[in-house]
Nanobody
């Protein structure tokens, strides 16, 4: 069973940066379109960015120009570089496949953008 572990979140001031990491216990990254999602309090989980095994990327409008998704298939690791963070980016961030069937959701990593 694939396990996903997100890390790298924290408290950052508006305009700051964070780099999130997603580590998978299995070889899910070799064959899947992977994605970062986020869920703010009281809101549904939403797609932030996705990346194919060949490195083709897509971004939500809210992330375009500020976030960069990348992956290392050999290391079964995916990253999300987040720059120019805004208070509205505050959420728990998760990684998973872009489309079902999803792996079991990890605990996520909390990102809080506040002064």
């Amino acid at each position: 069973q694939v396990q996903l572990v997100e890390s790298g979140g924290g408290l950052v001031q508006p305009g700051g940066s964070l780099r999130l990491s997603c580590a998978a216990s299995g070889n899910i990254f070799s064959f899947n379109l992977m994605a970062w999602y986020r869920q703010a309090p009281g809101s549904q989980r939403e797609l932030v960015a996705a990346i194919s095994s060949a490195g083709v990327t897509i971004y939500a409008d809210s992330a375009k120009g500020r976030f960069t998704i990348s992956r290392d298939n050999a290391q079964n690791t995916m990253y999300l570089q987040m720059n120019s963070l805004k208070p509205e980016d505050t959420a728990v961030y998760y990684c998973n496949t872009r489309y079902p069937p999803f792996a079991a959701w990890g605990q996520g990593t909390q990102v809080t953008v506040s002064s």
